[in-house]
């Protein structure tokens, strides 16, 4: 079964950087797009950036230019890197990947959440 783990969530003052971490693991699959998510207190949650396999990234207009999606597809890992951050930018992050999982009695897609990382940015 794919299992999502992130890392490098924390508390940071307006205008610093963090960089989140996700690493996918279990079973025989191939990634095809991953991406960070995050919801705030009281708010749904939106989509922040992600990443295709062949490298095409998409981000939301309110962190362009801040934020940036990378990924090491040989690991099977993705990146956030945040920089310039707000308060705004406070919330709980999670990761989130599609895969193609390989069986034995076929092939399947599927879809798969991090058990998010919590970002606090202080003004």
């Known amino acids: 079964q794919v299992q999502l783990v992130e890392s490098g969530g924390g508390l940071m003052q307006a205008g610093g950087s963090l960089r989140l971490s996700c690493a996918a693991s279990?079973?025989?699959?191939?990634?095809?797009?991953m991406g960070w998510y995050r919801q705030a207190p009281g708010k749904q949650r939106e989509s922040v950036a992600n990443?295709?396999?062949?490298?095409?990234?998409t981000y939301a207009d309110s962190v362009k230019g801040r934020f940036t999606i990378s990924s090491d597809n040989a690991k099977n890992t993705v990146y956030l890197q945040m920089n310039s951050l707000k308060p705004e930018d406070t919330a709980v992050y999670y990761c989130h990947a599609d895969f193609l999982l390989f069986g034995s009695l076929g092939n399947k897609y599927g879809e798969v959440w991090g058990q998010g990382t919590l970002v606090t940015v202080s003004s």
């Open positions: 990443i295709t396999v062949s490298g095409t990234t």
């Open positions: 279990g079973g025989f699959f191939s990634i095809t797009v």
